[in-house]
């Protein structure tokens, strides 16, 4: 058994005092440590005592939230998706020439990645367990959603000025967009390796982005 996960850690007592002040505060201190551990050294690797560490908290308060590992790896989880959407709805892509729209996904999504190098590792923990904790949510079906409706309503419009091909499934589509980018960015050490080039050179990656692109519009636009 994981000793991080043992219920008398959880019951231990909290003093009302210290949860009612800045409850929000430790929340989310709790959730950007958990988000670096987690990232760090997966869901197995974690260790409670060195989240509540990094927090600046004890265990007890982390438990007084959470109630175990399993549950605040999901809060990450959910937090991750949740931030990832906030930038994605900042885009307004609705608003935009469909062509510009589509570019400015790709190029949204290749950045956020880089940028955002736990999102992935995050990712690559979670579908190690087979997405046990993103099954039980209810927000990040929620959140996902309007994403695909978004893209929806892109493709529609470039179908309907004469610019896109008909036919295009948004979901299709967006995994195809993310899994260019993931694929590329989660592997990039043994492809270099094996290819003998620097993957993440800036050159390398404007490449990179520059065929991603290419790829996606190419597939859509119409001859």
Known sequence: ???DNLEEA???????DVVGRNAARTRQ?????????????GLGGARIDSIALRAG??????????????ALFQAVLERAYANIRTAERALCLDELNPVEAIR??????WHYYITHPEFLTLLNSEN???AVHLKQSTAIKEMNSPLIATLDTVLEKGRTAGLFRSGVDPLQLYISIAAMSFFYLSNHYTL???????????????????????????Y???E
């Open 192 to 218: 270099s390796a094996v290819f003998g080039r620097d993957l993440r050179h800036p050159k390398a990656e404007a490449e990179r982005l520059s065929h991603m692109t290419d790829l996606v519009l190419g």
């Open 57 to 70: 908290t004890n265990k007890r308060l982390l438990y007084y939230y959470f109630g175990n590992k399993e």
């Open 220 to 222: 859509l636009l119409r």
């Open 10 to 16: 959880s019951t231990a007592p909290v003093n009302p």
């Open 128 to 130: 190690l367990h087979q």
């Open 104 to 109: 400015q996904l790709v190029s949204f999504t």
């Open 29 to 41: 201190a709790i959730i950007e440590a958990a988000t670096e551990e987690f990232a760090s050294l």
């Open 1 to 3: 058994m994981d000793m």
